[in-house]
């Protein structure tokens, strides 16, 4: 078989299976909410592969119907939700999310800190640069968020960060 062969039966299947599993997420996203797709932690990050990866088999796979995709897709969601849920709890919280952790204060790089979640220098200068840095001197701090994005908080007047916004920021 070329790559290129497939038959009229194949091809529908595919056709209805794209347009069945498609309406699926739609309406599964407009039930369960936007956050199904944030990448706010790590869950949510298996979330969005998961999803992906049951579309995929879903309409590529002969051995997958379209009704066993719709329920595989149902539960990830449902787990989303209950996850969603206990993320209130603190202990819940602590075992399944990243914490978001300061790698730089002022001029000053948190080595230990950059260390911890496996960052290079190489990295952060990287991401200075991309947040338009031009002098060290213009920076409050950096954090390495719970999704994995660097963040500059740039020093445009000589108040401090407030301590709200530093709350759950491993230090």
Excluded: C
Aim: aromatic share 10%; net charge neutral; charged share 25%.
């Amino acid at each position: 078989m070329g790559i290129f062969d497939t038959d009229l039966h194949s091809m529908l299947m595919i056709i209805l299976s794209s347009i069945g599993i498609y309406t699926a997420i739609i309406v599964y996203t407009r039930i369960f909410g936007k956050r199904s797709f944030s990448k706010m932690s790590s869950f949510d990050f298996a979330m969005t592969v998961a999803v992906g990866s049951i579309t995929a088999t879903t309409i590529l796979s002969e051995t997958v119907s379209f009704l066993e995709g719709a329920v595989g897709l149902l539960m990830v969601y449902i787990l989303q939700l209950i996850a969603a849920y206990f993320r209130r709890y603190k202990w819940f919280r602590k075992r399944i999310d990243n914490e978001p952790t300061l790698v730089m204060y002022g001029q000053t790089i948190l080595k230990e800190n950059l260390k911890g979640v496996r960052l290079t220098e190489g990295d952060l200068r990287s991401k200075l640069r991309e947040a338009n840095v031009t002098k060290l001197s213009e920076i409050k701090a950096v954090i390495f968020e719970t999704t994995g994005n660097l963040v500059v908080l740039h020093k445009e007047d000589n108040e401090d960060i407030d301590d709200w916004l530093l709350k759950d920021v491993q230090r």
